[in-house]
């Protein structure tokens, strides 16, 4: 069952919420349901099983946490929770716990948030005590019920926050361990901002005739831009980097998200924007919890104002005051695309999604508009001239503010004397070039090559380069990548892992065979070993595989 937005609830009293949680609402500022919230909560009211798509930011964590606290009866003083929340990372178990406290307070919630990182005698103690929503990582979920801790069996509702997400990290099995301790008498609700097809064998396996709710972001209204404004520049590898700087000079956001590949393209680009003057934080999985939060405290303290991340790192993260989505390399999967640009434009707020795009990179542009069904608009990198306009309308727009807000009689001093000597727009010329030197602005001193999409796709390349590594002297070895045509694997897409993550081009990579569940790919010997640590440190359509040499000589018979 499908259903569509219903228009005829504007307050959450119209939703038959108990009046504890619509007080409670209100004193939030919560004005009035969104679509997802008016969607979702009258059937979770009536107990049935849901399978919500919904992007970050639509308030779905609401539409499913207003539905549990219903539940609980008044000075419930069990010990075991009556509802589990998995979601998949720590900063993600953390935000949907402090909401659903916010939002239960008057009831006397008991709240509990599981993960790791955290001391564990802090969880036993309060799992001691008695809790009625826990909100786990199912990693220190099924940790807490090997060691007999946490008991599920009084669990009535359980929620599986970002669904897509925890399947893209691996854990699928431990979500399944989880839900065998769970009665199957239960309410099962699956929030995901993509339904691929793991998603769909999942709520066939753990949803009972679920109800189905699709909803997208609010639309802009008819004539005005739309709330994400989704924009992307073909530039030459070699030249990332200061097109990223040109960019942002000319974007001037408030604050940023930068998504690179790998943990070594993040270090080297955090220091170049450093080094041309914005206050950028790395954060990658190399990093512990302490300087994750090290770094997400600089940010929202307004120290930093530009954070260069991994996509892992970056999962679960909640930036209120985020303008910009930068990825400084093409998403490896439409669904990854989906889940980085949902990070602005959130509640009604405004955004930019911008997108770097190597000219062989542009058929993956492509894909990624055929599934989110979204333009993309390419656009001309900015010039020299582009940067100085807008450089000079920062400066106008700042003396502007300034003209109107601040007490400026104490520099009459200043002015007075000066205008016995010189004409009144001579010295306003001379503030002027005083405030914007000041101010750091500064041009580059050489333009950006335009470039221009490769003329032929993934696929044309992998045959012209299997050609090439066949008669290639010093001769080849076979890779092999655990995911194939079941996965949607295809030569272009391996192609483009290669290349984007080796020195190599789509011309040195050879010969490419697709099982249903692996890959083999012919590539140079000289580069083997480039190339698998390479693929193991990304995804290819958003998967994390496998990869290593092939253990058979190239054409011995397989058993």
């Known amino acids: 069952m499908t259903t569509n937005a219903r228009d005829d609830t504007s307050t959450f009293a119209d939703l038959g919420l108990r009046p504890e949680l619509v007080n409670a609402l209100s004193a939030l500022g919560y004005e009035e349901p969104t679509p997802v919230q008016r969607e979702a909560i009258p059937p979770l009211l009536d107990g049935r099983d849901l ?41 993600l178990a953390v935000q949907v716990s402090e909401a659903i406290h916010r939002y239960g307070h008057a009831l006397g919630a008991r709240v509990l948030p599981i993960y790791g990182g955290q001391p564990i005698g802090r969880q036993l103690n309060a799992l001691e005590r008695g809790v009625d929503v826990v909100v786990a990582t199912p990693g220190r979920a099924l940790d807490h019920l090997v060691r007999g801790t946490l008991a599920l069996h009084g669990v009535q509702v359980v929620v599986l926050d ?24 239960r309410q099962t609700v699956l929030f995901s901002a993509t339904i691929p097809p793991r998603i769909d ?148 707020r405004g955004g930019v999604a911008i997108t770097l795009v190597q000219p062989r990179e542009h058929r993956l ?9 979204q333009p993309i608009v390419v656009e001309k990198l900015p010039t020299i001239a582009d940067l100085r306009a807008r450089q000079l309308e920062l400066t106008r727009a700042a003396l502007h503010e300034s003209i109107l807000e601040d007490e400026l009689d104490r520099f ?21 070039k005083l405030a914007h030197e000041a101010s750091g602005a500064a ?5 950006i090559p335009e470039a221009r999409p490769a003329p032929d796709d993934g696929r044309q390349r992998a045959e012209r380069g299997a050609q090439r590594a066949r008669t290639a002297p010093g001769g080849v070895t076979r890779v092999f990548i655990g995911a194939g045509r079941t996965s949607g694997i295809r030569p272009q897409d391996v192609v483009g892992a290669i290349a984007g993550e080796s020195r190599l081009s789509g011309r040195d990579i050879g010969a490419i065979e697709i099982a249903d569940r692996f890959t083999l790919v012919e590539v140079p010997d000289s580069a083997a070993d480039e190339v698998i640590a ?5 995804t290819i359509k958003g998967r994390k595989p496998t990869v290593r040499r092939e253990r058979y000589e190239p054409g011995a018979r397989r058993r």
């Not at 946490?65 to 998949?88: C, F, H, K, M, S």
């Not at 390479?534 to 990304?538: D, E, I, K, T, V």
């Open 201 to 348: 064998l999942m709520t066939r396996s753990h949803l009972r005739n679920p109800v189905r709710i699709e909803i997208g972001r609010e639309a802009a209204a008819p004539g005005e831009a739309p709330l994400v404004r989704q924009r992307a520049y073909i530039v030459p590898a070699p030249h990332k980097a200061a097109a990223l700087g040109r960019v942002l000079d000319v974007e001037a956001p408030e604050a940023a998200l930068v998504f690179c590949r790998r943990r070594v393209e993040v270090d080297e680009l955090t220091e170049t924007l450093n080094g041309r003057g914005y206050r950028a934080e790395a954060l990658h999985g190399g990093m512990d919890q302490q300087q994750r939060d090290r770094v997400m405290g600089r940010l929202r303290s307004g120290a930093a104002d530009l954070i260069v991340a991994t996509d892992v790192a970056a999962r679960g993260l909640d930036i209120g005051e985020l303008t910009h989505v930068v990825n400084y390399d093409v998403p490896s999967s439409p669904e990854s695309y989906v889940h980085r640009i949902g990070r602005v434009g959130r509640a009604g």
């Open 443 to 447: 041009a580059d001193e050489e333009e």
């Open 51 to 91: 399978l919500g798509q919904a992007p970050t930011g639509t308030g779905k964590t609401a539409a499913f946490a207003l539905p549990v606290l219903q539940r609980l009866p008044a000075g419930r003083a069990d010990r075991e929770p009556i509802a589990l929340v998995l979601v998949p990372t720590r900063e």
């Open 534 to 538: 390479a693929l193991r440190g990304s």
């Open 365 to 373: 542009l492509k894909a990624i508009e055929r599934v989110t069904k």
């Open 412 to 432: 009459r001093v200043v002015v007075e004397p000066l205008a016995e000597e010189f004409d009144l727009m001579d010295i306003a010329l001379a503030a002027v």
């Open 162 to 185: 970002e669904a897509d997400e925890m399947l893209d990290m691996g854990f699928s099995e431990d979500i399944e361990a989880i839900l065998k301790e769970i009665p199957e008498q």
